[in-house]
């Protein structure tokens, strides 16, 4: 039961949440931006024609035609949930497909926490994580993909936390594994943060312990990943190299929609520029730069580092997460931000040539500060 009663818990609340749109009537379904302009017809296609005896490895309707397995935003049938889709009404299996990943965050961010604290806080920041603005508007957005792999993180983070504490070989096949399900889930950018996330607390532990074996740990486990994933890997990236990401775009191009200051108070009051319908502030719409995480939760951050400025609470875990929320915000601000993280990024690592938004980064100010309410609430 003590393992059960959590689950059943984040159950509750998110049929409370959803409701009715939970499983919606036929000629129904959950609004979102993206799904029905893009994600609704690549499942039902994938689904009909699977149905009918084949793997629509080409898409013949798009264009002149283009490939369909190989679209990173098509459905991705080498991840095991993406079946929802093929055995569920399309309708149905959108809103279980989007409440099974509210879920698998908020119990990720449970089982990451129940390491360091006691299971009603650890419970508490699962509620943060999950019901944050960050997951929360990208229903709305329509956002199925990036949901799914911001889903992995506390996974992935809490996999890769016991590669570098433990010597042993299981966790480094185990982190390995979880990094493949969250590329396979679509939107590898999410990956690529959660990695960062990982950089920072490899440097502290490595640091801590005066040993780069953590560092040799790290590289087997994404070693791993990158080898189970490649079946969908290779194909996105000749996808990719054929698409308008191959143009030499400028890091204006990549800092375009960071986080404004003046944005930083929906951090407090997350409708001050409108809400999903109203919204008036910095294009392209509210989910981009939803990060609310509660007010009760956000004082309990302010309190986490008073304890932290104060000595009263210490440890690698603490700092690592800290360090994570505060990084990720700069990057997410881009060039706005006291020092362009940014731009060191886009520097250095040659993925960020292609990628936008950096408001994204955004998932892991989310998880480091649900990490540090928690932690304040058990303190």
């Not at 035609?65 to 009404?89: D, K, R």
């Not at 570098?164 to 096949?173: A, G, Q, S, W």
């Not at 290779?234 to 990549?254: K, N």
Request: net charge positive.
């Amino acid at each position: 039961m003590k393992r059960i009663w959590p689950i059943l818990g984040y159950l509750v609340i998110i049929v409370l949440v959803f409701g009715r749109a939970l499983i919606p009537p036929e000629g129904q379904m959950i609004f979102g931006d993206d799904i029905h302009l893009t994600y609704y017809f690549f499942r039902k296609f994938f689904a009909q024609f699977f149905w009918e005896g084949t793997i629509p490895w080409w898409n013949p309707y798009a264009f002149g035609g283009q490939p369909m397995m190989a679209h990173p935003q098509a459905l991705l049938m080498f991840y095991p949930l993406n079946w929802l889709f093929v055995i569920l009404p399309t309708n149905v299996a959108v809103s279980v497909y989007l409440a099974i990943h509210v879920l698998l965050g908020m119990v990720g961010m449970y089982r990451f926490m129940r390491r360091f604290v006691h299971p009603l806080p650890a419970w508490s920041g699962g509620v943060i994580f999950g019901l944050s603005g960050f997951f929360m508007a990208r229903i709305w957005a329509g956002h199925l993909d990036m949901i799914a792999a911001a889903a992995w993180v506390p996974w992935v983070f809490g996999a890769f936390w016991s590669v570098l504490e433990d010597r042993k070989r299981t966790p480094v096949i185990v982190a390995g594994v979880l990094l493949a399900l969250q590329l396979l889930a679509g939107y590898q950018t999410m990956a690529l943060f959660t990695l960062e996330a990982v950089g920072v607390a490899l440097l502290f532990h490595c640091v801590h312990r005066r040993s780069l074996l953590p560092a040799t740990r790290t590289l087997m486990s994404i070693g791993i990943a990158l080898g189970l994933s490649a079946v969908q890997l290779v194909p996105e990236q000749e996808f990719a190299m054929r698409s308008i990401r191959t143009f030499a775009l400028t890091y204006d191009w990549t800092s375009g929609f960071s986080l404004l200051p003046s944005q930083l108070s929906t951090a407090i009051f997350p409708f001050f520029f409108g809400d999903q319908r109203s919204y008036t502030g910095q294009w392209p719409n509210y989910a981009e730069y939803a990060f609310f995480i509660g007010v009760v939760p956000l004082t309990l951050v302010v309190i986490c580092l008073l304890l932290l400025v104060t000595k009263k609470v210490k440890g690698i875990a603490i700092w690592s997460m800290g360090a994570v929320a505060v990084l990720s915000l700069l990057v997410a601000m881009g060039p706005h931000a006291p020092v362009d993280l940014l731009w060191v990024l886009w520097k250095v690592v040659p993925f960020y040539h292609a990628i936008r938004i950096p408001s994204r980064h955004l998932i892991l100010f989310v998880f480091g500060t649900s990490f540090m309410a928690a932690y304040a609430l058990s303190a």
